[in-house]
């Protein structure tokens, strides 16, 4: 036989499309080509693949090697396609039969001896295989875990290419099932318990829990800024199944999943370093870009510690992802989109010298304005919740009343989710912090009476018309928190008094 087809995935962000990869041998003078818009590490591929198969006991044809990758117009790369790219060789040499190979996608990069490794984004490339149509796949044992994950496709783990070659020969023992065992480690969250004191950050931490707002933490350090930020994961709802496996994918594109936990089904924390670049923040690389921290904190916790360290382009570069709830890049290659709808935490102290009390402060007032400057006005806007936090104190301290746990916190802010659900799901949306403001004027409009004060604010010019939308958004979140059909005038007015607090 001169022509084999096999099949594999190609990735564009999260999006897979599958890649016919067609064989032809014959026709010239002894060498291999790839055709179809490989970039260089994929045009090294006939330098692997070449030899896993002669040290897997088979033999490379000595005549022209052709390797077409369709769709032709779009730009290829990485080391997925190897070992598709072998079984379309040997089995357009005649060396294994290709009854077995229509609808089956093949991942997995070849080491120089046959091994199978692991590639990066093996769910989000089955997904797209399954949407295909393809019923099968084989993948390299080491990703058969996260490969299991995808439902209604016949999955198949190999550690090397012989064990391939034999299943296609007919040995249907020669690859590995995936393990029945599916159940995910349990995932250790620190206890809101562990915070003393600070009961205005502790109920604002809650309300941004309950309504998915994003929410900003000023004062000295040492106060626990770190710590409620770290424990607001425990008090989100699990994720849905679909909202796991789109973690998940990001993950595997990234290429931070563990073998150990190859689902991730706790609301992911990701906290950036003040030091990282523009491009390891919402993505970036030549050819197509990769994906950056805050894509793999979707459907998840991005807590900014020391905000106002992070360069004014980092800062601002986060204000279409907090708006659209993704980012798209554009590179040389195409376009790519990755997901991004977290919640944003700042913290900041409220000054560079940051002394444990604020009448220590060495800074001049054009030195603090500067510093909290960083924090421009378009961001802070885009920000629900503010909260100033002070220093603890022995009082506080030594406060009898024992600090609620994560887990009391999160069944109120799981029943306050619930009913946001309720109401919003006709409409395609789950917390309140996804409902649009135009939305909130006008069908759930409340009475004057109730929106008197947040009226007054915008006519003084207190308010942006965007902040009276993210007002009316917390108002929800707090009477669904009181278990009130409809936010009353308090509830307004306490959402504006989280809006009004300054950072400094």
């Known amino acids: 036989m ?16 599958v890649v016919e990869i067609e064989a032809d041998i014959g026709g010239g003078r002894p060498r291999t080509q790839i055709v179809g818009l490989p970039d260089a590490s994929l045009n090294e591929a006939k330098e692997r693949v070449r030899a896993a198969i002669r040290n897997s006991g088979e033999e490379w044809p000595t005549e022209l090697v052709t390797l077409a990758l369709s769709p032709a117009a779009l730009p290829k790369g990485g080391s997925s396609y190897d070992l598709a790219l072998a079984c379309a060789v040997l089995t357009a040499g005649g060396r294994v039969p290709p009854d077995r190979l229509p609808g089956t996608a093949m991942i997995g990069e070849l080491a120089l001896d046959g091994r ?72 250790e969250i620190p206890d809101l318990s562990d915070v003393v004191g600070q009961t205005e950050a502790r109920w604002a931490l809650e309300v941004a829990a309950a ?34 496996l789109e973690v998940t994918a990001i993950r595997s594109i990234a290429g931070t999943l563990t073998q150990e936990s190859p689902l991730i089904t706790v609301a992911p924390f990701v906290a950036p370093h003040h030091t990282t670049s523009i491009s390891g923040l919402i993505g970036g690389g030549t050819g197509l870009a990769k994906p950056g921290v805050i894509s793999q904190a979707h459907h998840g916790v991005l807590f900014m510690d020391e905000a106002c360290e992070f360069g004014a382009r980092h800062l601002e570069s986060l204000r279409t992802a907090v708006e659209q709830g993704e980012i798209r890049l554009a590179r040389r290659d195409g376009v790519c ?13 409220t000054c560079p010298c940051a002394p444990p009390r604020e009448v220590d402060c060495t800074c001049s007032p054009h030195t603090r304005r500067r510093y909290l400057g960083r924090l421009s006005g378009p961001l802070l806007d ?59 004027r006008r069908e759930f409009a409340l009475p004057r009476q109730a929106t008197a004060l947040l009226d ?5 010019g207190a308010v942006t018309a965007r902040g009276a939308d993210r007002c009316l958004r917390v108002a929800w979140t707090l009477s669904d928190l009181a278990d009130l059909d409809h936010p009353e005038a308090d509830h307004v007015a306490t959402a504006l008094e989280f809006r009004d607090r300054r950072a400094a």
Not at 4 to 16: E, K, M, N, P, Y
């Open 2 to 17: 001169a022509l084999a087809r096999t099949w594999s995935v190609a990735l564009f962000g999260v999006d897979g499309l």
């Open 116 to 187: 199978l490794r692991a590639v990066r984004g093996v769910l989000p490339g089955l997904l797209a295989a399954r949407r295909a149509g393809l019923g099968r796949a084989i993948v390299p044992t080491s990703t058969l875990a996260e490969a299991a994950l995808v439902t209604d496709l016949d999955v198949k783990g190999a550690d090397h290419l012989h064990d391939v070659l034999v299943w296609l020969r007919g040995d249907r023992d020669a690859l590995h099932d995936p393990s029945p065992d599916r159940t995910p480690p349990h995932q």
């Open 211 to 244: 309504g998915g707002h994003h929410l900003l933490l000023t004062g000295p350090p040492g106060t626990g800024k770190t710590m409620l930020a770290e424990r607001l994961p425990g008090l989100l709802p699990p994720l849905t199944t679909e909202q796991s």
């Open 337 to 349: 989109r990755y997901p991004a709808a977290f919640q944003l935490v700042l913290a900041t102290n």
């Open 382 to 440: 885009r920000v629900d919740l503010r909260v100033r936090m002070r220093p603890v104190t022995a009082l506080s301290a030594a406060d009898r009343i024992t600090p609620e746990s994560s887990a009391t916190v999160r069944a109120r802010v799981i029943r306050a989710r619930a009913k946001a659900a309720t109401r919003w799901r006709p409409h395609g949306w789950l917390t309140n912090a996804q409902a649009p403001g135009p939305f909130l």
């Open 456 to 460: 007054r604010g915008l006519s003084t």
